[in-house]
């Protein structure tokens, strides 16, 4: 004779165990940029691809089982197709097959005794920012709208907030390849820092500036280039950061002439105070005289 389980009871197994293989896989970052989407995961793999065009805007990103989400990406080619072939290309959009996976999805949950391992993003690069679409859809057929960035796998969480923190709008292609680095390099609770090397990075955008086909890989001295780009950018910001500090800390220190990088004015022969601009002029550093105070 069968155990009876209450539907509730079974719906929290499944989800406990779909989170838990998700989990032990590698996760994957999408960013919006200036002038386009950038998609980012570690992959030492150069077989399997995490990251594909779906359409000629559209492209997706997966995390979990990859002979399940590898099942959802071609079923999701041969959607767009059949829709843009009976009816309109721009008929085709991300918000379409978004809810087009969430509902195989969502069935699967149901129905199936094993729901999908899989987490997946579709993307849709417009032809101004604010138009771009970015959707995660998770093991149940949750779909959530996402802006600006979105970050799927076990540490979704964790390497959101570090998203959160460093992500800007109109940021260009290498800040936003160094931002997802430095997020998906983020430790878990109590493990070390991440080190993710360019021969395990998979990477792709959606240019809006490309016309008809916006899906561009980077691979090879491409990547090499981009990520050298990435690093000077980053260099840069670290260096222009670093002598503001030191000013100010000078400035405020002494504001003296060897804080301000000006000689002491000379003593009045008169007996009179020197003149008040002076002591209260803008300093050499531009911090002016209520730096002092």
Not at 10 to 30: C, E
Not at 46 to 74: M, P, Q, T, W
Not at 165 to 193: F, K, V, W
């Amino acid at each position: 004779m069968p155990f009876y389980v209450s539907p509730e009871q079974a719906m929290k197994d499944k989800a406990d165990y779909a989170r838990k293989n998700i989990a032990r896989g590698r996760d994957g970052v999408v960013i919006q940029y200036a002038d386009g989407i950038l998609f980012v995961a570690p992959n030492p793999s150069r077989a399997l691809h995490k990251i594909s065009e779906i359409y000629d805007r559209i492209a997706f990103a997966a995390v979990g089982r990859y002979n399940e989400y590898e099942i959802l990406r071609k079923a999701g080619v041969r959607y767009a197709d059949l829709t843009g072939y009976q009816y309109d290309r721009q008929d085709v959009t991300a918000r379409g097959l978004a809810n087009w996976y969430a509902q195989t999805l969502g069935t699967i949950f149901t129905d199936s005794p094993k729901p999908f391992e899989v987490e997946i993003v579709v993307a849709e690069v417009a032809e101004a920012p604010a138009e771009d679409q970015i959707y995660r859809i998770t093991f149940d057929g949750s779909v959530n709208d996402e802006h600006g960035y979105v970050a799927v796998g076990g540490r979704a969480d964790r390497i959101g907030t570090v998203l959160k923190e460093h992500y800007s709008e109109g940021m260009s292609l290498a800040q936003a390849l160094t931002t997802a680095i430095e997020s998906l390099s983020t430790p878990a609770n109590g493990e070390q820092r991440v080190e993710i090397t360019p021969s395990q990075l998979e990477v792709a955008v959606l240019d809006r500036t490309r016309d008809h086909r916006t899906f561009r890989r980077f691979t090879g001295s491409r990547l090499d280039a981009l990520l050298a780009e990435a690093s000077k950018s980053e260099a840069a910001k670290t260096e222009a950061s670093q002598p503001a500090g030191e000013g100010a800390d000078s400035g405020a220190g002494g504001n003296g002439a060897a804080g301000s990088g000006k000689s002491a004015p000379p003593k009045p022969s008169n007996g009179r105070k020197p003149a008040e601009s002076d002591s209260t002029g803008p300093d050499a550093d531009g911090t002016g005289g209520d730096s002092g105070s």
